[in-house]
């Protein structure tokens, strides 16, 4: 099975509605790990790796966020996997 990594952005309003936590929790539901932190500009910035569908199953939650969020934008950029395990979010 192939791993891919995904690294995005989220920019709105992002930070204390619980986006890392859901994050974190679809992401473990999905298998995929990575990590997600709450950026110093008021964004949230993550990282997935998993099997594709996974991968692009959280990218779309990021773009949507949970139900107390308002993202505005999101960038996503593909990157190397690096072989991490687990999600943590900091």
Same mark, same amino acid.
């Given at each position: 099975m192939?791993?891919?990594?995904r690294?995005? &952005?989220? $920019? =709105? $309003?992002?930070?204390? &509605?619980? #986006?890392? %936590?859901?994050?974190?929790?679809?992401?473990?539901? $999905?298998?995929?790990?990575?990590?997600?932190?709450?950026? !110093? %500009? =008021?964004?949230?910035?993550?990282? #997935?790796?998993?099997?594709?569908q996974?991968?692009?199953?959280?990218?779309?939650?990021?773009?949507e966020?949970?139900? !107390?969020? &308002?993202?505005?934008?999101?960038?996503? $950029? %593909?990157? =190397?996997?690096?072989?991490?395990?687990?999600?943590?979010?900091?």
């Amino acid at each position: 099975m192939s791993t891919i990594r995904r690294r995005v &952005v989220v $920019h =709105g $309003h992002v930070q204390g &509605v619980f #986006f890392r %936590d859901s994050t974190r929790r679809l992401a473990e539901a $999905h298998g995929v790990a990575g990590w997600a932190v709450n950026r !110093d %500009d =008021g964004a949230v910035e993550a990282a #997935f790796e998993g099997p594709p569908q996974a991968v692009d199953a959280l990218v779309e939650f990021a773009a949507e966020g949970p139900p !107390d969020a &308002v993202v505005e934008r999101i960038e996503t $950029h %593909d990157e =190397g996997p690096e072989g991490l395990r687990g999600f943590t979010i900091g």
